[in-house]
C-alpha cells in the first residue's frame, strides 16, 4: 500500500501570512491539514479535531519559531511568500505565480517590498500592544517607513514637438 502523507500548513489565522497561505491553498482547491499553531507558546496536542503545536513546542517543525510553516511530505518550509511561491509553483499556478519571467519577476518585487515595507511597519506598530519592550523598534521603523513611501514627483510631460527648425 502506498502511503502518502497529507499536507501540513502550522500557523493561525489570527496571522496575516498564515491567512495567505491558508486562502491561497482554500482557493486553488488543495487539500491540507491545518495545525493550530500560535507563536511564543509551547503547548501541543494531537487532538484529532484540532491538533496544535506552538513554535516553542519541541514538536514545532521549524527551528525558526514563527508561522506560516508548510511540511510536504518532510519538506519543511516557513515564510510565507517562500510557501506561497513553492506551491504556485509545485501546482502550476500560474493565474497566481505567471510562468513568464517578466510579469514573475513583478509579483517577486511585490512579495519583497510588501514582507520589508508593510509587514515590518505592521508588526512595529502592533508589537508594543503584545510585547511592551518593543516601542523602540516602533520609534526607529516609523520614519523609515514614512520615508519609504514618498515617491519623486513624476517627471513633467515632454514639450511638443517643435514645427519651426530655425
Wanted: net charge positive.
Amino acid at each position: 500500500a502506498v502511503v502518502t502523507m497529507v499536507l501540513k500548513i502550522y500557523g493561525t489565522f489570527v496571522s496575516q501570512p498564515c491567512r495567505a497561505v491558508f486562502w491561497a491553498c482554500r482557493m486553488k482547491g488543495l487539500a491540507f491539514q491545518h495545525v493550530y499553531s500560535l507563536p511564543h507558546s509551547d503547548k501541543a496536542s494531537d487532538d484529532d479535531k484540532r491538533p496544535r503545536v506552538d513554535t516553542e513546542s519541541p514538536r514545532f517543525p521549524s527551528r525558526h519559531k514563527a508561522v506560516p510553516v508548510l511540511n510536504d511530505n518532510g519538506f519543511v518550509l516557513t515564510e510565507s511568500h517562500a510557501i506561497l511561491t513553492y506551491l504556485a509553483e509545485k501546482n502550476e499556478w500560474y493565474d497566481l505565480y505567471p510562468s513568464d519571467l517578466i510579469f514573475r519577476a513583478k509579483v517577486n518585487e511585490y512579495l519583497h517590498w510588501h514582507h520589508r515595507s508593510v509587514r515590518e511597519a505592521t508588526y512595529a506598530f502592533f508589537a508594543p500592544t503584545v510585547n511592551p519592550g518593543g516601542k523602540q523598534k516602533v520609534h526607529y521603523l516609523i520614519p523609515v517607513q514614512n520615508q519609504s513611501y514618498k515617491r519623486p514627483p513624476p517627471l513633467p510631460p515632454p514639450p511638443p514637438p517643435s514645427h519651426h527648425l530655425f
